[in-house]
């Protein structure tokens, strides 16, 4: 399917040049339509409310996004507030990990978000284990496959964890995570992995990386909303302890009139690791027609318009000096422009904003992010501030 701009089908406000959905994404109008009628009914009809409502969009959900990353099985999925939840769960478990007190090290990717390292400081500590870090390489060429290579030998037998990405959320640095699966299965290591950035703009597919978790947000390219996220926990986790004890992760809780016979059995496999009210009745309609769209859109699609998008803009930029991965080592949609040495960065911001260009810094580089809202008069804008700023 060869996308054309769907501009139209979002609420962003018109004479933005927005090129920061890694930040937030706008939203669609069907969604927002969608997110409307559903806090009607909750301000309007609570009487309406029936038990199955608590679990039908989830189910639905779940299904969606089991289609999305190629899970093959929806009751992997759970839904989540936020990354840092599954993160946690992933925290949570390391300590049954079969092996894990001959392990002595987790091992993380440099410049990581803040929640991928939080996260397993106080059970790296619980557990003796230190955490290594692999920095970014220095080498101006061919970053992102050194950086790669980096990681890979860096796995051996003494790691018990290895969380990477899949895109760099300020690089736009691809990982080859099927390859870093298969390194991770032989070291015995765990792989979680923080799909962030790439979940919904770039193709995504479980059964080749097998991962052990497998974590996005849902509020940036999954085009849904704030405290909306999804994960999948492979087999590793069926038998794991959750965060919390919801009542509707337990099986037969669909059964109001038996609620009170408490259940100790778990809903099969992820349904473990729902949050607490993951039913969500205003936000998971919106999610829900987000990941509709995007499948029928298909996200390798998308890849290819952003690809399309700023290809005709990269000389332009390298020969005013700043710096990209080379496309073949970077996302189409996310990818970090380093400065020039003249180049304010502050002065920068101010010259962007002021031509309402949308873009954010991220550890000294321009983060710029571009999606299917955006057109060549979006990325001419940026070029335009980016040329004028060194005049």
């Given amino acids: 399917m060869s996308l054309s701009c769907q501009k139209h089908l979002f609420m962003l406000e018109p004479g933005a040049h927005y090129l920061n959905g890694a930040a937030y994404s706008p939203t669609l109008r069907h969604s927002v339509e969608a997110g409307q009628a559903a806090l009607l009914v909750k301000a309007e009809r609570p009487f309406s409310i029936a038990p199955q409502h608590h679990f039908d969009t989830a189910g639905r959900l779940r ?7 190629h899970a093959g099985d929806p009751e992997r999925i759970a839904l989540i507030p936020a990354v840092s939840y ?9 300590p049954r990990w079969p092996g894990i007190e001959r392990k002595k090290h987790i091992l993380l990717i440099g410049e990581e978000f803040p929640n991928n390292v939080y996260a397993f400081e106080r059970v790296a500590a619980q557990l003796g284990l230190s955490i290594k870090t692999v920095a970014k390489p220095d080498t101006p060429d061919g970053r992102g496959e050194a950086w790669n290579a980096a990681l890979l030998q860096a796995i051996d037998a003494d790691t018990a964890l290895v969380a990477a990405p899949q895109v760099h959320w300020i690089y736009g640095t691809v990982f080859d995570l099927a390859a870093l699966g298969r390194r991770c299965r032989e070291a015995g290591a765990l792989l979680a992995v923080d799909a962030t950035q790439s979940i919904g703009i770039m193709p995504f597919d479980v059964q080749a990386v097998q991962p052990d978790a497998l974590i996005t947000a849902g509020y940036q390219w999954v085009l849904g909303p704030y405290g909306t996220s999804m994960a999948y926990f492979g087999a590793f986790f069926d038998e794991g302890i959750p965060l919390e004890e919801g009542w509707m992760n337990r099986q037969e809780s669909e059964q109001f009139a038996r609620l009170t016979r408490y259940e100790r059995a778990y809903r099969p496999k992820a349904q473990r690791y729902n949050a607490g009210e993951y039913s969500q009745f205003v936000q998971l309609p919106m999610l829900e027609a987000a990941l509709e769209q995007l499948l029928d859109w298909e996200v390798a699609g998308m890849q290819t318009y952003c690809q399309r998008l700023t290809a005709p803009f990269l000389d332009t930029w390298q020969s005013l000096g700043y710096r990209l991965e080379a496309p073949a080592q970077r996302a189409a949609h996310l990818f970090g422009l380093s400065l020039p040495a003249v180049v304010d960065a502050g002065r920068l911001f101010e010259q962007l ?15 710029v992010s571009v999606n299917v809202y955006n057109d060549a008069a979006d990325v001419e804008a940026l070029t335009a501030v980016l040329t004028e700023i060194l005049a």
């Fill in 63 to 69: 299904h969606l996004f089991s289609k999305m990353v």
């Fill in 86 to 94: 599954g993160m946690a769960v992933v925290a949570q478990n390391l």
């Fill in 353 to 367: 904003a002021a031509r309402r260009v949308y873009a954010s810094l991220r550890g000294g580089a321009l983060r």
